[in-house]
């Protein structure tokens, strides 16, 4: 078995696979199919500083090769993440990270002084895809003044391995990386879902309630592995790649385009034990081409 240990921040992790925010919940409704376990991390559903109800329905649309998503961030809130979800996950034997959202700086700067004080979970995500409702509804994270605003208040107060998501509703992703990697972020994930729409053609009609929605899926892989590949060469801290990783392959190509570890998304809908598949499948290729380390192949992209 070659050595699969890497590290993000702080964060000692027995492999590189991680399950993206959204599509894992909470970790817990996958164990009927999987040694959760073996997993190196899961990145739990978005959670907000206050309840929300998300968006009406319909919020989901399949799309060739892949999906579109507003569900509108729907949680119960940090408070109740504390006293209900936290004591049921924190014994998990993995690395649970809490993926942060809001629509204010303050909200962000709430919900993770809340999360530090949560002994076992050693980690937050944050989304900066959020609009921001003081500043006309416009992103933070499509500016690069916005995003290190964000990320420098809630490094103030958040103690732990702070990993930032990236919005690839941008014009140069490379200068949002390195906004929040000087507003003290220990590593960046990327990519987010790209905006995308679906309409139905005999109703004249959009097919989400919100108009559009977010993008995932094996079709966003090509625009996700440029951005990694770019994002990796830009800063100095790890980068976590996400975005159409459907098989053990796809993921070593985000690899070797410069990511430390990736997140796997949508997959999850399709085969719930596809985690283990990678984590396997890594192993694997390892082994066969006689790298006895997953860091041999970080960033090893011959250009």
């Known amino acids: 078995m070659a050595d699969l240990n890497v590290k993000i921040g702080e964060l000692q992790m027995k492999n590189p696979v991680m399950t993206a925010s959204g599509t894992f919940g909470y970790g817990e409704e996958f164990s009927d199919f999987i040694d959760i376990s073996r997993i190196g991390g899961i990145i739990v559903k978005g959670t907000t500083l206050h309840k929300r109800e998300g968006n009406p329905y319909p919020r989901m649309a399949e799309t060739p090769s892949g999906m579109l998503n507003a569900v509108g961030l729907q949680n119960k809130g940090v408070h109740y993440f504390v006293d209900c979800i936290y004591p049921r996950i ?17 909200d962000y700067v709430e919900t993770a002084s809340i999360i530090n004080e949560l002994v076992n979970i050693p980690a937050i995500e944050l989304n900066i895809s959020c609009p921001n409702v003081k500043q006309g509804g416009m992103a933070f994270g499509i500016t690069s003044r916005g995003a290190e605003e964000v990320v420098k208040a809630v490094r103030q107060v958040y103690k732990k391995t702070l990993i930032v998501k990236l919005s690839p509703n941008v014009t140069d992703i490379t200068e949002i990386a390195r906004a929040v990697e000087a507003g003290g972020a220990d590593c960046v994930s990327l990519i987010n879902t790209l905006l995308g729409m679906a309409i139905d053609a005999e109703k004249r009609r959009p097919v989400l309630s919100t108009v559009t929605g977010g993008m995932s899926g094996a079709a966003v892989k090509p625009i996700a592995l440029r951005m990694v590949w770019q994002v990796a060469k830009a800063v100095k801290i790890p980068v ?20 430390t ?16 598949k990678v984590i396997d499948g890594i192993n694997d290729y390892l082994e066969r081409h006689g790298f006895k380390s997953v860091h041999e192949i970080i960033g090893a992209l011959e250009v």
């Open 90 to 106: 924190k014994n998990i034997q993995t690395h649970i990270i809490v993926n942060v959202s809001g629509s204010a700086v303050e």
């Open 240 to 259: 976590i790649g996400l975005g159409g990783i459907m098989n053990a392959r796809d993921a070593i190509e985000f690899m070797l385009a410069g990511a």
């Open 261 to 276: 570890a990736i997140q796997i998304g949508t997959a999850n809908f399709i085969d719930p034990t596809i985690t283990l």
